[in-house]
Structures are given as structure tokens and as C-alpha cells.
């Protein structure tokens, strides 16, 4: 549910145990974004091999890796889904969120929104970090995706 700018940008530095905290001069809008993993996550990205540099999905230089368009124009030929943009990960992760009963603000936190439900006066005086909302959410949103993928009922 991340964007993609913030995935590449991916650094092991930003990773402890079940959280991530990506600082603000990674994210679109400039503020820290401390967020839940879930094992699942987890298994992943033990399989990503650590490099020199730090970064979880390096590029040919020492930049991120921000080959989206390539890979996603790659997938396509393999794949027939009508038209769908790189984006619709983002949609799809917070409608899931919705269909499996994640509160609003809670998707809102996950998805690193300032704006919504969290916005204005309740931005400004409610400083609660929500984070075990976030993993609560993490947990179930990953149970529903193990389950439609056929990896049985409950991650352990």
C-alpha cells in the first residue's frame, strides 16, 4: 500500500523488527511515516539480498531502483488485465482495507494520507500514532490475502 517512490527508496536502515519508519525527505508529502509489517512482509523480505549500498531494491547506479514502467509493461505482455495503472495497487490495498473492516483513519495512517479523516483539527490535536491499530489492521489484511493465495487460514 506504499508508493512506489517510498518502496524504492527502501533502505534496510528503515526497517526494525515488525516496523518500518521511512524518514520525510523519502516520502511524497515530507513527514516520517512509521509503519507495521506483518510476517508475511517479513518472509518477503528476507528474500531480498542485501547490498552495499543499504537500499532493499537498488538501481544500476547507487540511485533506488525506479524501473515501474518497464516491469510494468513486462508484466502486461505476460498478463491480460484490462487497463490498470501502477496506482490501482494503492486503490486495491485500501479498498481490501474496507472490505475487511479496517477503520477509515487507520487505512488513512497506513497509506501515509494527511489529508481525510485526520486532517485539519483532529490532525492538529489527536498525536496518537495509531500503530497498534495499524498492526491489528496489517494482521488481518494479511490472513485475507494468505487465504486467497492458499496459504492456509492464519500466518504464524
Do not use: C
Amino acid at each position: 500500500g506504499q508508493r512506489k517512490g517510498e518502496v524504492g527508496a527502501l533502505r534496510w536502515a528503515f526497517i526494525e523488527d515488525d516496523v518500518i519508519a521511512l524518514p520525510g525527505d523519502v516520502t511524497k508529502n515530507g513527514h516520517e511515516h512509521v509503519f507495521p509489517i506483518g510476517d508475511l512482509t517479513k518472509a518477503a523480505l528476507e528474500t531480498v539480498r542485501k547490498t552495499g549500498n543499504g537500499l532493499l531494491f537498488p538501481g544500476r547506479t547507487k540511485e533506488p531502483w525506479n524501473g515501474w514502467y518497464k516491469a510494468k509493461n513486462k508484466l502486461d505482455k505476460k498478463v491480460s488485465i484490462a487497463h490498470w495503472t501502477l496506482h490501482d495497487l494503492r486503490r486495491t490495498f485500501a479498498t481490501i482495507h474496507a472490505e475487511i473492516g479496517t477503520p477509515i483513519h487507520v487505512t488513512e495512517k497506513l497509506l501515509n494520507h494527511r489529508s481525510g479523516t485526520l486532517a485539519g483539527i483532529a490532525g492538529i490535536y489527536n498525536r496518537h500514532t495509531y500503530l497498534p491499530e495499524m498492526r491489528q489492521a496489517v494482521e488481518t489484511y494479511e490472513n485475507h490475502i494468505a487465504r486467497i493465495v492458499g496459504l492456509g487460514q492464519r500466518l504464524t
